[in-house]
């Protein structure tokens, strides 16, 4: 027969337990956290689902040679996406005839946008871009060295807080970023240990890292990354270029820490036509702390 145990794990008498002023103590204590008390509890600790999808848009220039920023728009939108992170986006250059292309997305699709301007280009500005479902505290852009003679790069980087019900309040960061494109793997690693850093200055928040990061799978870069990160559909095939038959993938989505988040799916979108990649989608669970 087990015995009863008081709160420091002493045995219980009988006589203890049928104490009245024992039953009454125990009575209030329970009458102070009604059921619905405790189903709001449960409700605030539930994971919270985020949809997040990486685009290279290639400045929404589609495999017709056609600058089509609404067929874009359109792909987005069918996936339903907290979160996109865009790479290649034109804003006010000559070839985008003038167009903010992530602020024109913003309106099309009715989400904030952050631009991180990666390099001067043509008029204007070309690098990366961050839309969302959810409200912008902050954004700024980190430079990534790069060698001599290559495309200067960037990580944007935002914070982000989740909308009433979606977590309870909580903020994370949304990072983006395209690596560079050339053979050898100096510049990519240089860029990650640029990621590594600021992740270090940020401590546990829950963060995501999103973009065309250049590189394939088991690759150096690739491998510097899974020690602090977990990546969305790790080990399956994922494809993302070229564009009509995909064989290889070089687009990401990845988050950290390992134990606020779980992958629940990770896929690759089915267009071949809006742009040179295909978007990767990824469902992730985000657990509170």
């Known amino acids: ?3 009863r145990l008081d709160f420091v794990g002493r045995p219980v008498s009988a006589a203890r337990m049928q104490d009245p002023s024992r039953r009454t103590l125990l009575r209030q204590v329970v009458s102070a956290y009604p059921v619905a008390a405790v189903r709001g509890w449960a409700q605030a600790w539930d994971p919270v689902p985020l949809t ?4 290279n848009i290639h400045h929404g220039e589609g495999t017709d040679g056609v600058i089509d920023l609404q067929r874009i728009a359109n792909v987005i939108r069918h996936a339903s996406p907290d979160f996109v992170a865009l790479q290649e986006v034109d804003r006010g250059t000559d070839r985008a005839n003038g167009v903010d292309q992530a602020q024109l ?3 099309l699709l009715d989400m904030p946008a952050v631009f991180g301007t990666a390099l001067e280009f043509d008029g204007g500005q070309y690098g990366n871009a961050l839309l969302t479902r959810h409200a912008i505290l902050s954004s700024v852009s980190h430079i990534v060295p790069h060698s001599e003679g290559r495309e200067p790069r960037i990580l944007l980087e935002a914070e982000v807080e989740l909308a009433s019900g979606r977590g309870t309040g909580s903020s994370l960061r949304v990072l983006v970023t395209h690596l560079d494109h050339l053979r050898g793997d100096a510049d990519r690693l240089a860029a990650v240990e640029v990621i590594e850093r600021v992740v270090e200055t940020r401590g546990d928040v829950p963060m995501i890292l999103a973009g065309d990061l250049n590189a394939a799978p088991g ?3 690739l491998e510097r990354l899974r ?3 977990l990546i969305a559909g790790d080990g399956e095939p994922l494809p993302t270029i070229p564009v009509v038959q995909p064989v290889r993938q070089i687009d990401y989505l990845l988050c950290r820490p390992s134990g606020r988040w ?4 990770a896929r ?3 267009d071949s036509e809006a742009s040179d990649h295909r978007p990767i989608a990824a469902v992730l669970e985000l657990r509170q702390p």
């Not at 779980?262 to 799916?265: F, G, H, L, N, Y």
């Open 105 to 107: 997305l913003a309106d």
């Open 262 to 265: 779980k992958v629940v799916e």
């Open 52 to 55: 997040v999808l990486s685009y």
């Open 1 to 3: 027969m087990r015995k």
């Open 227 to 229: 020690q602090n990160w």
């Open 268 to 270: 690759v979108l089915d």
């Open 219 to 221: 690759s150096a870069p």
